[in-house]
């Protein structure tokens, strides 16, 4: 099993560019998060999806949308990029009750 | 608001030493897990706490959950460089969904040879 995956691994962007991050899982998980690291900040959470063709707002959702069409897939899009947005983006995923969090490598994205 | 306060922030302390490493909230959670994230990698599970009062042991490191569940310690006996990296306590809170996890905002160790 690859556990949880995360494309790209890092990524330049210009202001007002779009992308989008891909989350892949193969453990059948329900719950799948996104999550920004910044420095002094800890871990923040975006948006979070307790299902297939569920979604659900976290902590610091503005800028960023998300989707998940398939039970082993969450997107993160970006539609106009910020510098601000400059960040290190982990994926995680997980299933109901106190059950381990499996995290993603991360995205390393640099926002110009 | 940050609900989960770790403590120190920052530690460096030669190998062989003691450290303990705090996490304090004033909300009562219904379970807590401890993470260590290595540079350049995800945080990865170290271990889960549910019970108030529960200690765990994984080799050196001791992890007790307080006995009104708000709050948490991680205690590393005879630390090696291998321990360096980043500890985070994340908490789900107690009554409605759980479905987030809280994250602390990290405690960076590093173990100087």
């Known amino acids: 099993n690859a556990g949880v995956t995360q494309t790209p691994k890092f990524r330049v962007l210009k202001t007002g560019q779009s992308m989008t991050l891909l989350c892949a899982q193969d453990m059948n998980h329900e719950y799948m998060y996104w999550y920004r690291q910044d420095p002094g900040m800890g871990l923040r959470l975006i948006h979070y999806s307790v299902g297939e063709g569920t979604t659900a707002k976290g902590e610091v959702p503005d800028g960023y949308n998300v989707s998940r069409l398939k039970k082993q897939n969450f997107l993160l899009g970006l539609e106009s990029a910020a510098p601000s947005q400059t960040s290190v983006y982990f994926c995680?995923?997980?299933?109901?009750?106190?059950?381990?969090?499996?995290f993603g490598p991360g995205t390393r994205l640099l926002v110009l | 608001t940050q609900l989960l306060e770790q403590s120190p922030q920052f530690l460096s302390i030669q190998e062989g030493e003691n450290l303990t490493v705090y996490c304090n909230s004033s909300s009562v959670f219904s379970s807590l897990q401890w993470y260590r994230q290595e540079p350049g990698e995800g945080p990865v599970l170290l271990v889960t706490?549910?019970?108030?009062?529960e200690v765990k042991k994984l080799k050196r490191l001791t992890f007790q959950f307080g006995d009104a569940r708000k709050d948490s310690s991680l205690h590393i006996t005879a630390a090696q460089p291998g321990d360096t990296g980043l500890y985070l306590c994340a908490g789900a809170r107690s009554g409605g969904s759980n479905y987030k996890l809280t994250f602390g905002k990290g405690t960076l160790l590093t173990v100087n040879p």
């Open positions: 706490v549910v019970t108030g009062g």
């Open positions: 995680a995923s997980r299933d109901p009750g106190p059950e381990t969090q499996y």
